[in-house]
C-alpha cells in the first residue's frame, strides 16, 4: 500500500486547488458610496478607503465583478487563518493614489499579514502629483508587495508609469482604468441631439464654470460629496467659490445661476446602483467626471468627456476617448462639443486595449474571461513596445516635472531612455 507524504499531500492539494475556480479577495476602496459626514466621522485610515465619489465605488465594483470576486473592508475585524484558506490572490483597489502624501500603511500592513499573492492593477497618479516628488514609503511597500514573482504593475497611463519608474519601478505598464472594462458596449455613434436638454452633464464645477450660462437646460448628475452639499440643498460654497476663481464674475449671479440650474433639473443619487442607471439611461453625456465618462461610454451612451488635469489626461490617451475642451464648450456650447466629438479613434481603440487588459491580468495569474473584441489580437506581451510607439500616450507623461531635487537631475528625455532600456531587460 502506497502511502503520501507530507509533501505530496500538499502537491496534490495543490492540483486538486488549481482545477478549482480561483477565488480572489478584493481591498482598497468601499464598493459602496459614502457621504462625506460619514467619511470623516471614522478614522483617518478608515475614511482615506472611503468612496465619497461614485467613481471610487465603479473602480472596486468593476474589479468584484470581472473577476467573480469578493470585497472585505480590511479595517474590521478580520480573520486571516480565514481568509488565507478561502482566497487564492488579493487584488488591490485604489484610484489617484500615487503620490507623495498617500499613506497606505494600514493597507500594507494588513497584506503583510495576509501573506497572499497580491495583484495591483488600478491607480495612478494622485491630484497632486507632478513627478517632481518622491512616492509615500508605504505606496513602496505596497508596490513591492505586488511584484513579487515577476509580477506587473498595472497603472492607468504612461504619466504614472514613468512617475514610478523615477522610484525604481521597471515593471510597470500602462493598461488604463479597470472601469473601462466592466462592459463592452457596441461601437459609440454620434448621436442624434436636438437641442440642449438632451444633453446631459455628470457634474463638476469647472464644467458648469463654462456650461454657467446654459446649465440650466441641462439635465445635472451630482457624483461625490462635494456635488452633494449643492444638489441636496446646501449653500454650494465650495462651488460657488471654485466657478469665481475661475470665471470671475459676480459670486452672487454664480449662486443663483447654479441654483436655477439645480432646482430645475438635476439628480443626486443616494446609491451608487442609481447613480450608475441615470448615467445609463441619457441620450448623450457631455461629462465634467472622469469616471461618470467611462460609465456611459460601457454602457453605450455617446459621451464626451473635459479632462481637466494629467489623472484623467492620461486615461483619455490610453483609450482615445472623446473629448473637446473647455473653451469649445464655452464658446460654442454643449451641443457642438458633442456633435463634434471623434468617436470613431475610440471604437477602433478599444479592441486593442482589451485585449492588452487580458493579456496583462492573465499573466499575473488571474482568470479573465475572453471577450469577443479581443480574440483577434496576438498575445505578444509587448507592453513597451506600445509605450514607445504611441506618441499620444508618451505627450502626456511629457507633463511630468523633472525632480526638483539637485541630486537628481533628470530630464523627461533620459527617463524615457532609461525606462526602455529596462523594460527591454526585463523582458529578457
Known amino acids: ?140 511597500d505596497l508596490l513591492d508587495l505586488c511584484s513579487a514573482d515577476n509580477q506587473w504593475i498595472g497603472v492607468r497611463g504612461a504619466a504614472s508609469a514613468l512617475y514610478l519608474h523615477r522610484q525604481g519601478f521597471n515593471n510597470v505598464v500602462p493598461v488604463g482604468c479597470p472601469t473601462m472594462y466592466s462592459r463592452f458596449s457596441s461601437e459609440i455613434q454620434t448621436p442624434r441631439i436636438e437641442g440642449a436638454t438632451d444633453i446631459a452633464v455628470p457634474f463638476h464645477w469647472k464644467i458648469a464654470a463654462n456650461l454657467i450660462n446654459e446649465l440650466s437646460d441641462h439635465f445635472l448628475i451630482g457624483q461625490d460629496s462635494i456635488d452633494e452639499e449643492l444638489f441636496l440643498g446646501g449653500n454650494g460654497q465650495r462651488i460657488t467659490n471654485n466657478i469665481h476663481r475661475n470665471i470671475g464674475g459676480s459670486k452672487r449671479e454664480i449662486r443663483e445661476k447654479l441654483r436655477a440650474a439645480i432646482s430645475k433639473n438635476s439628480y443626486f443619487p443616494e446609491k451608487y446602483d442609481k447613480w450608475y442607471e441615470a448615467l445609463g439611461a441619457q441620450t448623450a453625456l457631455l461629462s465634467g467626471r472622469l469616471h461618470g465618462a467611462i460609465c456611459g461610454l460601457t454602457q453605450g451612451v455617446p459621451t464626451v468627456l473635459v479632462p481637466w488635469d494629467i489623472r484623467s489626461r492620461e486615461i483619455v490617451d490610453y483609450f482615445c476617448m472623446p473629448v473637446t475642451s473647455s473653451d469649445t464648450i464655452s464658446n460654442d456650447g454643449a451641443r457642438s462639443a458633442v456633435l463634434n466629438a471623434d468617436f470613431d479613434k475610440y471604437n477602433e481603440r478599444r479592441a486593442v486595449c482589451w485585449a492588452r487588459w487580458s493579456e496583462f491580468v492573465q499573466t499575473n495569474g488571474l482568470e479573465f474571461p475572453m471577450q469577443e473584441s479581443n480574440k483577434t489580437q496576438s498575445s505578444t506581451r509587448g507592453y513597451a513596445e506600445l509605450l514607445w510607439n504611441d506618441k499620444e500616450l508618451l505627450g502626456t507623461a511629457s507633463l511630468l516635472r523633472d525632480r526638483e531635487d539637485d541630486r537628481y537631475p533628470l530630464s523627461f528625455r533620459r527617463i524615457l531612455r532609461n525606462f526602455k532600456r529596462n523594460a527591454v531587460s526585463y523582458y529578457k
Open 1 to 140: 500500500m502506497s502511502t503520501v507524504t507530507g509533501q505530496d499531500q500538499d502537491a496534490v492539494s495543490l492540483n486538486q486547488r488549481s482545477a478549482l475556480p480561483m477565488n480572489v479577495l478584493v481591498v482598497g476602496l468601499t464598493p459602496d458610496y459614502y457621504s462625506s459626514p460619514v467619511s470623516t466621522a471614522v478614522t483617518a485610515h478608515r475614511a482615506a478607503m472611503r468612496s465619497t465619489n461614485m467613481g471610487a465605488s465603479f473602480i472596486t465594483r468593476s474589479i468584484v465583478s470581472m473577476f467573480n470576486a469578493e470585497y472585505i473592508d480590511f479595517m474590521l475585524d478580520v480573520d486571516i487563518s480565514e481568509l488565507q484558506n478561502k482566497y487564492d490572490v488579493c487584488v488591490v483597489s485604489l484610484a489617484s493614489h500615487l503620490g507623495p502624501s498617500r499613506d497606505v500603511s494600514k493597507l500594507v500592513g494588513f497584506l503583510k499579514q495576509l501573506d497572499l499573492k497580491t495583484v495591483f492593477l488600478s491607480g495612478g497618479l494622485d491630484a497632486g502629483a507632478t513627478g517632481a516628488q518622491k512616492i509615500h514609503k508605504s505606496l513602496i
